[in-house]
């Protein structure tokens, strides 16, 4: 068994009581592994600086339903206790007629029980209306209890727990208001791990909160995994391979404050094929990596740390001058920007980045977000013309002039939306917005290593 911890709607507290959790077990030195459902970079981050293991993303849309079936059991067979984290409601998914992507649907995929998150702070008796309606929308899954969160006194309690009483519904779990525990965040999240230096207090104070706040008689037997030493979804075995890699491919990361939204798995993938991956700082260090192959751009908030970014002039020239010289390199929204010639913060200041592409990334207020259905329009080193993949978007800048040649079209999840030309490409790389998971399409990660290796060998 494990368990997914879901909210009846978004901010009503999943995070903290995932965290919570998963604190207080680690406090006791149990091996946790932790999901997320969904595409998301940051609540990962969270998860792992708690129990020190990758957390690892759920999506059957970015991925497929059977990869997540086998990315469960991979990461999980090693660990005594298993905990997945929702995204947004229970039922909310990639549109509004069914739950593709949902918390639910993942739940059913992998046949676990739910504990439901109710945010109780403006209402009593409401609270039992809202619990038989998640229970009875979708028989086919097992809402295990319910945590009530934000109670605002004893009374309050009483109150609750009378209007649940005749659902027979468990509560597994009371959280009184904790005005004093927050998460900040900004206008793409939560902010990341590496900018609180205060976390590792917060989750003590978490743990605490959660030993004597969850009914832990019923709840470990449902966190706790099955310990299998076969587990029911193999992952498969990596059919593409290098052909004949005389030594490992080195290949430079860029990961730091500016730069930290990866996907363990594509990571972990790299390495499987051939790649001995050098992680290093445009933020601080002068130069890029000796003897590398490739350069990997992933995303993050580079328009936080823009004036930084800018003022490593050393950085930005060599990671130009790399490019030119036809190094591979992949690059993913913040790396995009980075590519840019400069971001235009939200106050309107030009910060110069790396002047490799002839456009400027602008910050603004609306938000693109969603999955996309993107399909290939050139041969590139990652995908050959007409291939389809799914990928997300989620940013609040746009790029002051379009590719004469995109890489993509890339389409919305709902149905008979336009087309949009998207990413920028040459014969050695690749530049987009859309975020992309390859966990399903092993084969794209072998493109991009054995591109990395022909650099190397030409």
Request: aromatic fraction near 8%; charged fraction near 20%; include cysteine.
């Amino acid at each position: 068994m494990a368990l997914v911890v879901a909210g009846e709607r978004s901010g009503v507290g999943k995070t903290t009581v995932t965290m919570a959790l998963l604190a207080a077990l680690t406090r006791w030195g149990d091996r946790v592994q932790s999901f997320k459902v969904g595409p998301d970079y940051i609540d990962p981050m969270f998860h792992q600086f708690i129990t020190g293991r990758a957390c690892r993303n759920l999506d059957p849309l970015l991925t497929s339903e059977t990869y997540v079936q086998q990315c469960f059991a991979s990461a999980s067979q090693d660990a005594e206790f298993a905990l997945i984290e929702g995204v947004m409601g229970l039922f909310d998914g990639a549109s509004g007629r069914e739950d593709v992507a949902s918390t639910a649907q993942v739940a059913r995929l992998l046949n676990l029980p739910v504990l439901l998150v109710l945010d109780c702070a403006r209402m009593s008796r409401s609270v039992a209306a809202i619990a038989h309606g998640y229970r009875s929308f979708d028989l086919r899954l097992h809402i295990a209890g319910v945590v009530l969160n934000r109670v605002g006194s004893d009374r309050h309690l009483t109150l609750l727990k009378e209007a649940l009483e005749p659902l027979g519904l468990p509560i597994l779990g009371v959280l009184r208001r904790q005005d004093e525990i927050t998460l900040p965040d900004r206008h793409l999240g939560l902010v990341p791990t590496d900018e609180l230096p205060a976390l590792g207090k917060l989750c003590d104070r978490l743990a605490s909160l959660a030993e004597t706040s969850f009914d832990w008689n019923q709840l470990r037997p449902l966190l706790k995994t099955s310990q299998t030493k076969t587990p029911p979804w193999p992952m498969p075995a990596v059919d593409a391979k290098i052909q004949n890699p005389k030594s490992k491919i080195r290949l430079a990361v860029a990961r730091d404050r500016a730069f930290s939204f990866y996907y363990a798995d594509n990571l972990e993938l790299l390495e499987q094929l051939g790649a001995e991956l050098v992680f290093w700082s445009p933020l601080q260090d002068a130069a890029l990596p000796e003897g590398v192959g490739g350069l990997y751009f992933g995303g993050g908030f580079p328009e936080m740390f823009a004036a930084e970014l800018a003022a490593n002039a050393a950085a930005r020239a060599a990671v130009r001058a790399a490019i030119q010289s036809g190094l591979t390199t992949y690059a993913e929204c913040g790396g995009l920007m980075y590519l840019s010639q400069s971001i235009v913060d939200f106050d309107g200041n030009a910060w110069e980045t790396a002047g490799v592409l002839p456009t400027a990334a602008v910050m603004g207020k609306q938000l693109t977000l969603g999955y996309r259905r993107a399909i290939a329009q050139q041969n590139t080193f990652l995908y050959r013309q007409g291939e389809t993949l799914w990928g997300h978007e989620f940013h609040r800048s746009h790029l002051t002039h379009s590719s004469e040649n995109p890489l993509y079209h890339l389409q919305p999840y709902a149905p008979q939306s336009p087309a949009i030309p998207e990413g920028w490409q040459s014969p050695t790389l690749h530049a987009s917005y859309l975020h992309v998971h390859w966990g399903a399409q092993p084969e794209v990660a072998a493109r991009f290593v054995a591109a990395c290796g022909n650099r190397l060998t030409d």
